[in-house]
């Protein structure tokens, strides 16, 4: 009986894995049928210096509606796109349409920087400085424009060729930034050798500002940022409440939906416009 049961067990458990196999597996050829036909689209969401109370710039977030009109989110299917190796084609787009996107703002706003997600495995790729060179003459945007951010599993490279390539994007004149810091597990001797401008908090820090653990975390962050010379974020600030209790523990920067959500560009266009007029 007791065998019996777990046969059929097995049976559901494997009905279910071919159920999330196929769906998954008919969510990327629709993403990729979208991405095809030009269906996906970037936002922009401002990054704040407090203290000097400047436009630091923005990050590019990707977007995805499909052909049944449903917004899917990018933490499923930038990680279906990751999984299937499809991103670094996505990455690659995500890199030029952002760059062609933002190409008239920065004739506008010369000190702008745009922040441009990078996923690990893309940035693994061998001649993904190549990538990131002919991306930026394309549009004729200079380095110090562009700020990446990747995430602290980026530690899974040889820390020689990590080394290098961050070097050469350096050179360039871009900007790093290690994204949702504290939550990959990392082995953190690497920020003391390579040279990373900036600290993203991640949000669930953020969210949890008001609880000892949170706070301390925060804590841990912001003196580390300042210890090791890296300018500190502080992401998903939703509340004045947060925003002055980060400010209070000395982290300036700031994003989140207190200052703008994601914006189309024209609306970031309109929001950099009326900022700018009313200080
Ligand atoms: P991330 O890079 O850490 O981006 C921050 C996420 O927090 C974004 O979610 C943003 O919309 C959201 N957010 C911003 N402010 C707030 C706030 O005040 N409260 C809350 N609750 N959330 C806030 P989004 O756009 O859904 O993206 C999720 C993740 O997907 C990103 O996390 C990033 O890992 C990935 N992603 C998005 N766009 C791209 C892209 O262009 N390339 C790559 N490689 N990954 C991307
Ligand atoms: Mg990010
Ligand atoms: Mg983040
Ligand atoms: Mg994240």
New binding site residues.
Partial sequence: KAKQTGINQDVVFTDYMIKVLRERSQMLSSLQQDFQKNRLF??Y?PQLNLSTNTVIGA?????WQDASGHMV???VF?ELA?QSGF?IN??EW?LRK?FSDCKPLLDKYPDFRIG????AL?FLQSDFVNTVTKALKEQNIQGHNVNL?I?ESIGVLEFDDLTVRLKQLKELGISISI??FGTGFSNLSYLENLHIDRL?I??IF??KLETQSGRSIIEMIINLGKNLKMNVLA????TERQQSLLLDMGCVES????HS??ISLKQLEIWLHNRIAST
Avoid: W, Y
């Fill in positions: 970037m936002v969401q990050e590019a977030l990707v977007r989110s990018p933490d930038i990751e991103i996505l990455g995500i952002t441009v997600n990078v996923s893309q951010e995430t994204d949702d993203k991640d949000k953020v969210s992401e998903g600030v939703e994003q989140g939906f207190l959500h994601p």
